[in-house]
């Protein structure tokens, strides 16, 4: 049996792998198919379910058993649901072993979380740095509000971390289209 950690390493060759052997489309479809659908059902029944209340069982159980020391924050109310991570374990374990087979391991997240929010009736603001920290802030498909300012949910926005400028930012928004990513240097 693989630890959580050793699974990262694979999880990550296994993208490069299908990027390989099927392209990025095969890479997208094995997001979509095995993991939003398939192997984050849980997630998807109470999300799809619950909305917002589902948002919070699933996320405020899962980061605690992945990362109950590493930082992680979460805001909620009844129209938005918003996670800072400020040190991923799965990427973290990535950094500090010199593993790189994919070209961006943190684009698995919004690859299943994505269609899963869509599905759901939610809109998605994210962005990630590539050093294991990211934002997510979901709301309800219509609401028009813009991404919360750096701050605006106190001093644990990862946003706010020294570090989370100090390379190229991979954003994704609702203004964008579905699954397309915008890089800022």
């Known amino acids: 049996m693989l630890g959580s950690y050793d699974f990262c390493g694979h999880y990550e060759w296994t993208f490069a792998w299908l990027q390989r052997a099927g392209g990025e489309a095969a890479v997208r479809d094995y997001w979509l198919q095995a993991i939003s659908i398939d192997s984050q059902r849980h997630a998807r029944e109470l999300i799809l379910q619950q909305g917002v209340d589902g948002m ?7 980061l605690q058993e992945e990362s109950p020391d590493l930082g992680f924050t979460i805001h909620a109310t009844d129209s938005l649901f918003r996670i800072d991570i400020q040190e991923c374990p799965s990427k973290g374990f990535l950094l500090r072993n010199g593993l790189q087979q994919y070209r961006d ?9 994505g269609p899963l ?3 759901a009736g939610f809109v998605v603001d994210h962005e990630h740095n590539h050093r294991g920290q990211c934002w997510w ?5 219509g609401d028009a509000s813009l991404p919360s300012p750096p701050g ?5 926005d990862v946003r706010l971390r020294a ?3 100090s390379g190229s930012i991979d954003r994704f928004s609702r203004a964008n289209s579905p699954g397309a990513k915008e890089t800022v240097p």
Do not use: L
């Open 56 to 62: 919070k069982r699933y996320w405020g159980h899962t």
């Open 105 to 113: 391991y943190c684009d698995h997240c919004i690859g299943w979380i």
């Open 117 to 119: 929010m869509k599905d």
């Open 137 to 141: 802030e979901f709301r309800r498909k």
């Open 152 to 156: 605006a949910f106190g001093a644990d």
């Open 163 to 165: 570090q989370w400028n």
